[in-house]
């Protein structure tokens, strides 16, 4: 079983839609989780940190279920700019800060 | 401010050959990392560094050797080039552990 898996859709959405990924990890060690996108042929990139309370950055909310094991990304109106592979990633502990990132979720927002 | 730089960003290599993949940070980072990216499997750590003069190894890091003599520098070295390691190489650092990783443009390497 992968340490952090995600459907690798594509998720094909009209432009205005709500669309929510779900990631799910299996270890419950995991410190720290975050969202990262990357755009084709690009290095990914930090969208947002997830937090136990959840948190939200504009169009963007991230939920983390420690019970679980699972977190999720919520995007509403969705922007043609928003195209792009969501990366799942946890965290290990061991004083080095090891990412375990999941295969990612591709977005694919149409007119 | 250049943030994460790695070079070269396209190199074809024939099998047998050796290379060095250079990242240089200027964030005055600690931790610097090695990735390689390959389609439907997610990026794997290969090597990873918690300060200058230290390396350890990842999950994959058969066939590749690092060095990291200057902090702001991390070279990941191939000593003999297989098709196998034909992939997307990311370097990545961070000033802390659980902190947010920031990653260079990436590296195509194919080997034939």
Redesign the interface.
């Known amino acids: 079983r992968k340490e ?1 898996e995600q459907d ?1 859709g594509p998720f094909n959405v009209p432009e205005g839609a709500t669309v929510a990924f779900n990631c799910t990890y299996s270890n419950s060690a995991s ?2 989780f ?1 969202w990262y996108r990357q755009d084709c ?6 969208l947002m ?1 997830v937090y136990s309370s959840g948190n939200e950055d504009g169009r963007f909310t991230a939920q983390l279920n420690r019970a679980s094991q699972y977190i999720s990304l919520l995007i509403r109106d969705s922007k043609l700019s928003d195209s792009a592979t969501y ?1 799942c990633v946890g ?1 290990l502990s061991g ?5 375990i ?4 979720t591709r977005l694919a927002v149409h007119p | 401010n250049a943030g994460v730089t790695q070079t070269p960003k396209f190199r074809v290599l024939k099998t047998g050959q050796s290379m060095t993949l250079l990242c240089a940070q200027d964030m005055n980072h600690e ?1 610097m ?1 090695w990735y390689r990216q390959d389609p ?6 290969i090597h ?1 560094s ?1 300060g200058e003069g230290t390396t ?1 190894k ?1 999950e994959v890091p058969d066939g590749y050797n690092v060095s990291r003599l200057k902090k702001q520098n991390f070279l990941l070295g191939l000593e003999s080039a297989a098709p196998s390691q034909t992939s997307v190489y ?1 370097c990545a650092s ?1 000033r ?6 920031y ?4 590296t195509r390497l194919t080997v034939t």
């Open positions: 952090v690798p410190q720290s975050f042929r690009k290095e990914p990139k930090l940190s990366l965290t004083g080095y800060n090891k990412l990132f999941g295969a990612g | 931790y990392y439907g499997m997610g990026l794997r750590l990873y918690v350890a990842g990311f961070t802390e552990a659980y902190y947010e990783q990653f260079g443009p990436g």
